[in-house]
Nanobody, 122 residues
Framework: QVQLVESGGGSVQPGGSLRLSCAAS????????VGWYRQAPGKQREVVAH???????YYPDSVKGRFTIFRGNAENTVYLQMNSLKPEDTAVYYC????????????????WGQGTLVTVSA
């Protein structure tokens, strides 16, 4: 089984920064695309950052210029750097990844992490 574990959430004041990590474990052969999503109370889950296997990135207007998704030096880890945080960024943040893993033979995976809470308040 492939698992994703998010970390780095917490409480921060408006204007502050946080860096979230998404670490994948398991017999992973390769990771293709990774996305960061968030879900605020009473709202639908929305994408906040996405990176393809080739490194192309996407951000919605709500976070563009403030959030950065990147693959770190740590194997199978993707980060979300969040700067200039606003109260409306408060949500549970999830990462999602797809790719190939091995269990006797190559298999495709498409999994979600369990989420990490980010709270932005004065």
């Amino acid at each position: 089984q492939v698992q994703l574990v998010e970390s780095g959430g917490g409480s921060v004041q408006p204007g502050g920064s946080l860096r979230l990590s998404c670490a994948a474990s398991g017999s992973i052969i390769s990771i293709n695309a990774v996305g960061w999503y968030r879900q605020a109370p009473g709202k639908q889950r929305e994408v906040v950052a996405h990176i393809t296997g080739g490194g192309a990135t996407y951000y919605p207007d709500s976070v563009k210029g403030r959030f950065t998704i990147f693959r770190g030096n740590a194997e199978n880890t993707v980060y979300l750097q969040m700067n200039s945080l606003k109260p409306e960024d408060t949500a549970v943040y999830y990462c999602k990844a797809d790719g190939l893993w091995e269990q006797g033979r190559r298999r495709y995976f498409d999994v979600w992490g369990q989420g990490t809470l980010v709270t932005v308040s004065a």
